[in-house]
């Protein structure tokens, strides 16, 4: 197989927040999108993080959660909930590292 078989455009995918904590506390799990794919330099950014640099991890990934239309969900003065951004990013990490 070459190489060139596998290279594509990144596509949305919706990813949900299901947790048993975050549907007791919505009635419903949380959906969002990210690209299926990532700049490679992000990727490595975000796989060498060390656990005590949340801040960094928090700003890579706020650049990748978006709306059904691929518009970063964090913009403009909104925010994500601290509790539930620790659980999109884990669910963000999750998906990236299939």
């Not at 007791?24 to 690209?35: N, Q, R, V």
């Not at 975000?46 to 990748?64: I, Q, R, Y």
């Amino acid at each position: 197989m070459k190489l060139t078989q596998l290279s594509k455009k990144p596509e949305l995918i919706k990813v949900t927040v299901d947790d048993e904590a975050t549907v007791a506390e919505f009635g419903e799990g949380l959906d969002f999108w990210i690209y299926d794919r990532t700049p490679i330099d992000t990727f490595v950014k975000m796989a060498t993080m060390k656990p005590e640099d949340f801040g960094s991890m928090v700003e890579a990934v706020n650049n990748l959660v978006l709306d059904e239309d691929g518009t970063p969900i964090v913009k403009d003065g909104f925010m994500i909930p601290s509790h539930i951004l620790t659980r999109v990013i884990t669910k963000v990490v999750e998906t990236l590292g299939k």
